[in-house]
């Protein structure tokens, strides 16, 4: 079992551009949250995908968007990015309400 | 809102040595209460859980109890290892909720 699993693993871009990270859930999952992990602080929760739509969303502009495919893959989209976007970002699987398994995360640097 | 607490590090320790990293929250309903760790350049893990008051979570050595009246679920254990080195991330789930609600998390340094 590969787990879950994120790509690229690190990303450097500039201010305005766009940015799409990818993750593929551990297999027998359906459900992907994404979290946003600023250096030294706790992953903030972005939003939650489930049968191809956003379930819950947290405290997050419109710039950050996202999609799940057919296959429970799913990817994050940054538009306009800030430097205050430089973060690592971390893709969870889960089944249901069962405990949700981490990857190792897209590390994203804004210049 | 919901939120959790940790204690600042970093907690540095001698290898042997008792580990107690407080956790404490504020949620309204049931949450379930969880313990991530995360070593230097991966991912989260999961530690350990409790999902009910009085509830104890225990893995690899670790241990928390889930207590209600003081709203507390701090992590021990009884000798750590210079593996345990790592950001340990004490985290909620709110009722019929599906988001985290982390903590900032706690650095840990255990020297040989």
């Known amino acids: 079992d590969a787990g879950v699993t994120q790509s690229p693993t690190h990303l450097i871009k500039t201010r305005g551009q766009q940015v799409t990270l990818r993750c593929s859930p551990k297999?027998?999952?359906?459900?992907v949250s994404w979290y946003q992990q600023a250096l030294g602080q706790g992953p903030q929760f972005i939003f939650q995908?489930?049968?191809?739509?956003?379930?819950q969303r947290g405290n997050f502009p419109d710039r950050f968007s996202g999609h799940q495919f057919p296959n429970y893959s799913s990817e994050l989209n940054v538009n306009a990015l800030l430097l205050g976007d430089s973060a690592l970002y971390l893709c969870?699987?889960?089944?249901?309400?069962?405990?949700?398994?981490f990857g190792q995360g897209t590390r994203l640097t804004v210049v | 809102g919901n939120s959790v607490t940790q204690m600042e590090g970093p907690v540095t320790l001698s290898e042997e040595a008792f580990l107690t990293i407080n956790c404490t929250y504020t949620?309204?309903?049931?949450?379930?209460l969880f313990w991530y760790v995360q070593y230097p350049g991966e991912g989260l893990q999961l530690l350990l859980k409790?999902?009910?008051?009085?509830d104890k979570g225990s893995n690899k050595g670790f241990e928390a109890t889930y207590r209600k009246e003081t709203t507390s679920f701090h992590l021990e254990k009884g000798s750590v290892q210079v593996s345990d080195s790592a950001v340990y991330f004490c985290?909620?789930?709110?009722?019929?909720?599906?988001?985290?609600?982390f903590g900032s998390g706690t650095r840990l340094l255990v020297r040989p």
């Open positions: 985290a909620l789930t709110e009722d019929s909720s599906y988001k985290l609600i």
């Open positions: 409790a999902t009910k008051a009085d």
């Open positions: 995908y489930y049968e191809e739509e956003e379930r």
């Open positions: 969870a699987s889960s089944s249901g309400l069962a405990e949700a398994f």
């Open positions: 949620a309204t309903g049931y949450p379930s």
């Open positions: 297999s027998g999952h359906d459900t």
